[in-house]
Nanobody, 124 residues
Framework: QVQLVESGGGLVQPGGSLRLSCAAS????????MAWYRQAPGKQRELVAT??????????HYADSVKGRFTISRDSAKNTVYLQMNSLEPEDTAVYYC???????????????WGQGTQVTVSA
């Protein structure tokens, strides 16, 4: 069994900052990539940022709408991914979901797992 648990969401004023965390636990052999998605009311879920690991190097990718404002990082030893969100805008309001692409054992193929989501609301 694999669990992804997000934390750090909340209410913040425009221009403020929040830091989301997502910890993966359970039967995990290796995590190949972790990502943050978000879904605003009435909209489709969209990719926010990804971090892919090769040996000790982490490669990151961001949606254009968050470049320069959000930073994704990963602590491999803790199986945890973070999303530092600065200069938040009302358009960033959404439920943020953590996603991990991982192998549960050396012999099983990789699969994607989702967290339960955490609400981020940007409002004055």
């Amino acid at each position: 069994q694999v669990q992804l648990v997000e934390s750090g969401g909340g209410l913040v004023q425009p221009g403020g900052s929040l830091r989301l965390s997502c910890a993966a636990s359970g039967n995990i052999f290796v995590i190949l990539a972790m990502a943050w998605y978000r879904q605003a009311p009435g909209k489709q879920r969209e990719l926010v940022a990804t971090v892919t690991s090769a040996d000790t190097t982490h490669y990151t990718h961001y949606a254009d709408s968050v470049k320069g404002r959000f930073t994704i990082s990963r602590d491999s030893a803790k199986n945890t991914v973070y999303l530092q969100m600065n200069s938040l805008e009302p358009e960033d309001t959404a439920v943020y979901y953590c996603n991990a692409n991982l192998q549960r054992t050396e012999m099983t193929p990789s699969a994607y797992y989702w967290g339960q989501g955490t609400q981020v609301t940007v409002s004055a």
